[in-house]
Structures are given as structure tokens and as C-alpha cells.
């Protein structure tokens, strides 16, 4: 059985497994799976009925998840299915974030829904605490100051082990979007989805705080304190949505605010890859 931490795993799963058993899925496709371990396979795992199909582009979790035990009703592939094959559900956890294009991506993961089919996301709160901290940790990152802090811990106590976190990918894939919750729903309007559910994950993750929140106890706590704030205290959100028909006319292009194009250079400074 999946843990509970500090970024709402549990809460995330119990929130996808609710849509896939709510309209009896069969087949349901995870695109941006990672390795399997946060989500899907002990999603499979908790829906024997359905079939799944998981996918991502990093080659290197693929072959992980791959080689890892997983259920016989889950198979991990390193290429999206052939265009036109439809799925009851269609998760995209943790992947918009990191896509250029989100509004295409978006249109994208609808093409995969059969007619009342369900899209399930998740995604950061672009200005919530997760990202506050993810923001404070580049900036030490890149004066230098983070290696001094390094070097000092090392000197102390170890450093805990974030074993979970760290498994649900291996590829270096920052995040390139910061959404509020205005602009997530502007995007799926224009996508032709319609909202059926919204919870938020957690209040508090990530740098530094996930070393705070550890014991059962303050783990559950942050978990449903975010129940209870105004959705943008929350450090992620989840979304199930329904395809509806499609507004008339292309959808407007995703343009980042002057804000989401600062962090989007820093995210890219800070791991090399800009």
C-alpha cells in the first residue's frame, strides 16, 4: 500500500482511483508515468479490473519500471499509442508543468478519451508553497550558497532519505509553466473539458519542508489542512475533467506571463539546461 508524504501520494491516488472505479474503466493510459512508483502501479494495483497502459519519454525510467515487479494488468512502453485509440481514462500526473506547449499538450491527452471518458491531472500551484521553496532553492543554488550549506550538513547529521521522491522519475525535466488555478481552467475550457471534480494534494512540500514533515501524524495533518484552505495555499491540485464539445475556433496560443518567463529561466539556469 502507497505511504502518505509529504506531497499527498496517497490523497493522489485515492483521487484517481475514485474516477477510474466511478465509470467502471477498463482500459486507462498514464502519459508521463516516470518509474511507476508514485502513481501508477499501485494504481493498477488498486483497480485489478482495468487494463493500463503507461508511458513516458524518459528512456531510462521506462527500462526502471520496466524491470521493476508490477501487476500483470499494467504494461509501461516507451511510445504513445497509435493515434485514433481511445481510453476511458487518460492521466497526465505531474506532466504539464514540464511541457512547452500545454495548450496543444492538452488537446493532445483529449484525443485519447472515448466519449464520457475522464482526464485526470495533476499539477503544481505555479505561485503556491511548493514553488516558493523550489524558487528559494535555485537562487541558492545558483549564488553558490547551496554548496556551502552542503558542505556544512555534511559535517553534521546525514541527510534524510527522500527515497520515495526521488523514484518517481529519473529524468532532469524542470518545470517550465507556473499556473494559477484561473488559467488551468481558461486552458481546459479551450480544450472543450468540462470540470467534474477538484482536490487539492497538500498545503506544504518540497525544499527544506519535507524534512520537517515525516512523522504520520504531521504528514496527515498537511494533507488535510489543504482540504480546508482556500485552494491557493495548496502546493498541488488535481482536476478530473470531462471532454465536452470543442468551442469554435483554434484555441489562443500559450503565452507565459512575464513572471512564469523569469522562472522558466531560472528553472532551466539552475539544472544546465539553459
Known amino acids: 500500500m502507497l505511504a502518505e508524504n509529504s506531497y499527498g501520494w496517497r490523497k493522489r491516488l485515492d483521487f484517481v482511483a475514485e474516477t477510474v472505479d466511478g465509470i467502471a474503466a477498463s ?19 488498486a483497480c485489478p479490473r482495468a487494463e493500463f497502459t503507461a508511458v513516458d519519454s524518459d528512456a531510462r525510467s521506462i ?37 512547452e506547449d500545454p495548450a496543444a499538450f492538452v488537446l493532445h491527452l483529449r484525443g485519447f478519451l472515448r466519449q464520457g471518458g475522464r482526464l485526470v491531472i495533476t499539477v503544481p500551484n505555479g505561485y503556491g508553497p511548493f514553488e516558493a521553496f523550489a524558487l ?12 556551502i550549506l552542503r558542505a556544512i550538513k555534511r559535517r553534521g547529521a546525514p541527510a534524510p532519505d527522500h527515497g520515495d521522491e526521488a523514484s518517481a522519475t529519473l529524468a532532469i525535466s524542470p518545470h517550465v509553466n507556473f499556473f494559477s488555478r484561473r488559467a488551468l481552467m481558461r486552458l ?52 478530473e475533467l470531462e471532454p465536452q464539445e470543442l468551442p469554435p475556433g483554434a484555441p489562443a496560443p500559450w503565452r507565459r506571463n512575464a513572471w512564469g518567463r523569469m522562472r522558466r529561466r531560472l528553472n532551466l539556469r539552475r539544472w544546465g539546461l539553459g
Open 63 to 99: 527500462r526502471w519500471a520496466q524491470q521493476a515487479p508490477h501487476p500483470a494488468n499494467l504494461r509501461f512502453c516507451d511510445a504513445e499509442p497509435r493515434p485514433g485509440r481511445q481510453f476511458d481514462v487518460v492521466i497526465a500526473s505531474e506532466v504539464l508543468e514540464h511541457v
Open 27 to 45: 482500459r486507462v493510459l498514464d502519459i508521463g508515468c516516470g518509474t511507476g512508483a508514485g502513481l501508477t502501479v499501485p494504481l493498477a494495483e
Open 136 to 147: 528559494f532553492e535555485a537562487l541558492l543554488n545558483m549564488s553558490g550558497a547551496q554548496r
Open 188 to 239: 481546459f475550457e479551450a480544450a472543450g473539458l468540462r470540470l467534474n471534480r477538484f482536490r487539492p494534494t497538500s498545503f506544504l512540500c518540497g525544499y527544506l519542508v519535507d524534512s520537517l514533515i515525516r512523522s504520520p501524524r504531521v504528514v496527515a495533518w498537511n494533507a488535510r489542512v489543504a482540504d480546508r484552505l482556500p485552494p491557493c495555499f495548496a502546493s498541488d491540485w488535481m482536476f
